[in-house]
């Protein structure tokens, strides 16, 4: 009898164990996995007691995908530098979703990114269809036969235009300008009736980028520009000298902002609210909450958007929006790249997800006219939520958006003008050009700001070029024109 209950209590023990062993490895095996998320430094702030990893719309978004999620975002400084070291940590974040152009040929070069292929063709079925991912976007996701990121495709219809004082076109008799000889003119005369104005501000990109009045007229408002069957680079062409000795011709005569070399947004939007300057070009984001800061500030001034100076084809427009926002990636060292891709299968394939992302709940952060049209509450204008909808975003979402949160009236009337197209917005990596793309940019903006501002004369220009070709700006550009030539 005893042999007996020490048989059966054994026996006991060696059940409880085995249940035990069973029900732990079943708790083991229901922990959600963590992916950490990266994306990049455009971020809202948050309310107190919140943060990126600590808010309502993190916490749905792990209940509805089942994974712990960890953002990390990425560096204001140095961003890419600091991105290229994390991804070859050892301990990488699972998915990276916007990454820019920029960013990912020169991460495809250092090899740090994963091979979708396989995970694309087995369960990426919603990324096939034409109305999610449309087919000519693919090709810019491709280096070496492999695919390396989903584009995404952009959403932002225009990259903003110029701006200009009417009361001070009116004041002066004169009508809105067209031509770059009508722009000067203005200019002058704003000087001329106010001489302690500021006739045009902006920051470099502004003054002679995408947006800027006059770098159309200059066929400079993109850098790879298709010319007679061929690509140019326009940095290094007859027009865009002659387009920076004009800027430079503003500068010395004070009609362009002394300081533009060293503006940032904030003084320039200080400079526009103290009703000192009279043109000046903009993206649309700025403008809601600085067009009526001025208008309190200035009673009966007001800023009207205006076309920027006509070409010599007799078009006016500035750079075209880019086809693709960015690129959603996986890191190739990262330890959960199926779990990642299914992340952003479940994101991209659930329209539940992304209203409730971008709007939030009916009734509560927005209400729906009989049009459709979404207008937030308060509740849904104190949302942060722009690191969440930018992992997978669509045009429709970013349009609503800019409807809900008042940014139309200053964003639908610069649509007009998104006109010129860079040729390398649809390539994949270029070798030749991604070894040397930043080098040329840095370049560009060194030699270009000292003729502009005086620091050099126009005669430097030729330098340049000649620092151009020994960068490999050349070599890169013989490498897009065989990239080119292979489309047609």
């Known amino acids: 009898m005893k042999r007996f209950l020490v048989v059966t209590l054994m026996a006991f023990v060696v059940a409880s164990v085995g249940f035990a062993a069973a029900a732990a ?6 922990e959600r996995i963590t992916l950490t998320v990266w994306t990049n430094s455009n971020m809202e702030a948050f309310p107190p007691g919140q943060d990126e990893n600590n808010n309502p719309i993190h916490a749905y978004l792990e209940e509805k995908t089942g994974y712990k999620l960890h ?3 990425g560096s204001q400084e140095n961003a890419l530098a600091k991105l ?3 991804l070859a940590s050892g301990d990488p974040p699972d998915l990276l979703s916007p990454i820019s152009r920029q960013f990912f040929g020169e991460l495809v070069n250092q090899r740090v990114l994963y091979e979708l292929d396989e995970l694309i063709e087995k369960r990426g079925s919603i990324f096939k269809r034409d109305d999610v991912v449309p087919a000519g976007l693919w090709l810019a996701a491709r280096s070496g036969g492999h695919t390396y990121g989903i584009p995404q495709q952009g959403a932002v219809q225009s990259l903003g235009g110029p701006l200009i004082r009417k009361d001070w076109l009116d004041e002066a008799g004169l009508e809105v300008p067209t031509t770059i000889e009508d722009f000067y003119n203005v200019l002058q005369a704003f000087k001329t009736m106010r001489p302690e104005s500021i006739p045009m501000t902006g920051d470099t990109n502004s003054v ?5 009045p006059f770098a159309g007229h200059f066929n400079a408002a993109v850098i790879y520009a298709e010319s007679n069957g061929k690509v140019i680079d326009t940095r290094v062409t007859d027009d865009m000298k002659e387009f920076l000795g004009f800027l430079a011709r503003l500068v010395r005569e004070e009609l362009l902002d002394q300081e533009y070399v ?6 320039i939007k200080e400079k526009v609210a103290g009703g000192k300057v009279g043109l000046f070009s903009s993206a649309p984001w700025g403008l809601r909450d600085l067009l ?5 500030k200035n009673p009966g001034g007001k800023y009207i958007f205006i076309a920027p100076a006509i070409d010599k084809n007799g078009n006016a427009g500035v750079r075209e929006r880019n086809p693709i926002r960015g690129f959603a990636t996986i890191a190739a060292d990262s330890k959960h790249p199926d779990e990642a891709f299914d992340f952003l299968v479940k994101y991209a394939s659930s329209r539940e997800i992304q209203d409730f992302v971008s709007y939030g709940v009916e009734g509560v952060h927005y209400n729906r006219d009989s049009n459709g049209i979404i207008t937030a509450t308060e509740a849904g204008a104190a949302r942060k939520h722009n690191i969440y909808y930018v992992i997978w975003n669509t045009p429709d979402a970013h349009l609503m958006r800019a409807k809900m949160k008042g940014f139309w009236p200053v964003y639908e009337p610069t649509f007009k003008y998104s006109l010129y197209k860079d040729v390398t917005s649809y390539a994949p990596p270029i070798a030749d050009l991604e070894a040397v793309k930043t080098q ?9 700001d000292k003729i502009i501002i005086g620091a050099e004369p126009l005669s430097a220009f030729d330098e340049y070029k000649r620092q151009w070709k020994q960068l490999g700006g050349q070599k890169a550009l013989d490498a897009v024109n065989a990239w080119y030539a292979s489309t047609q």
């Open 25 to 30: 490895e079943q708790e083991a095996s229901s």
């Open 84 to 86: 290229s070291l994390l």
């Open 262 to 267: 060293i503006n940032k947004g904030k003084n």
């Open 71 to 73: 953002w990390l975002i």
């Open 292 to 296: 009526p800061a001025f208008e309190e």
């Open 208 to 212: 002679r980028g995408g947006i800027s």
């Open 440 to 448: 040329l940019a840095d370049l560009t903006d060194e030699m270009f």
